[in-house]
């Protein structure tokens, strides 16, 4: 079956300091894998998306994730954090074998702090 | 497009009492889809569809939950008898089929229902 984990319910973060959120998946043929942020009371956001090609995959607010085949993981990354950047994050792998569903990790909790 | 539209935002009932939570995707998209967020749970997927056809409800709770998608533009789900159990985010999301790399699901902005 296809899953995603993301390992680590909470991230903290100083503000001008790297953040990486980890996400790691299982799935049965090539991985179509996505990351959205979800801010308190609002719906999720798409941020970025890996479907070929580039292992680096650039998306919204600076935000970047590596694809890695060998580890299977999906990692969210940013050079420098923003307190703006405190919100929810979600890994999500879609699966073309099983009528296109999309499976989501539990769930990131970012905290940047000043 | 103005996204995936749902209504009402806010939902406050009492228990025994059906709700209907209403969707309109995003036009030309294939996929709806009907989440719960939970504090619990996490996010669950509920049911979805693909071309106003039911695909899979093994992630409809219980048989007081159905949900309907009679045209393109419209989705809902209902809730009869409504339960205090039953209050969480219920999230409405669209896509695209896989093709093009245009897959990525929008999501709307949610209902919150609370059941007293």
């Known amino acids: 079956a296809q899953s995603v984990a993301q390992p680590e319910d909470q991230v903290n973060v100083a503000e001008g300091n790297p953040l990486t959120v980890k996400c790691t998946y299982s799935?049965?043929?090539?991985?179509?894998l996505f990351w959205y942020v979800q801010y308190p009371n609002r719906g999720l956001q798409f941020l970025l998306k890996y479907i070929t090609g580039d292992n680096l995959v650039k998306g919204s607010y600076g935000f970047e994730a590596e694809f890695n085949k060998s580890q299977t993981s999906f990692h969210l990354k940013k050079p420098s954090a923003l307190v703006s950047d405190s919100a929810l994050y979600f890994c999500?792998?879609?699966?073309?074998?099983?009528?296109?569903?999309?499976?989501f990790g539990s769930g990131t909790k970012l905290n940047v702090k000043p | 497009d103005a996204g995936v539209i749902q209504s009402p935002r806010h939902e406050v009932t009492e228990m025994g009492q059906e709700v209907t939570l209403r969707c309109k995707p995003i036009s030309g998209h294939d996929y709806l889809f009907w989440y719960r967020q939970t504090m619990m749970r996490g996010l669950e997927l509920l049911i979805y569809?693909?071309?106003?056809?039911?695909?899979?409800d093994s992630g409809m709770p219980e048989d007081r939950f159905s949900a309907k998608m009679p045209n393109a533009s419209f989705s809902n789900l209902k809730i009869q008898p409504s339960e205090p159990r039953d209050s969480a985010v219920y999230f409405c999301?669209?896509?695209?089929?896989?093709?093009?790399?245009?897959?990525?699901?929008?999501f709307g902005q949610g209902t919150r229902l609370t059941v007293v």
């Open positions: 799935v049965s043929g090539n991985p179509y």
């Open positions: 569809f693909n071309n106003n056809v039911p695909i899979d």
């Open positions: 999301a669209s896509s695209l089929a896989s093709r093009g790399g245009d897959t990525e699901a929008f």
């Open positions: 999500a792998v879609r699966d073309l074998y099983n009528f296109n569903k999309f499976y």
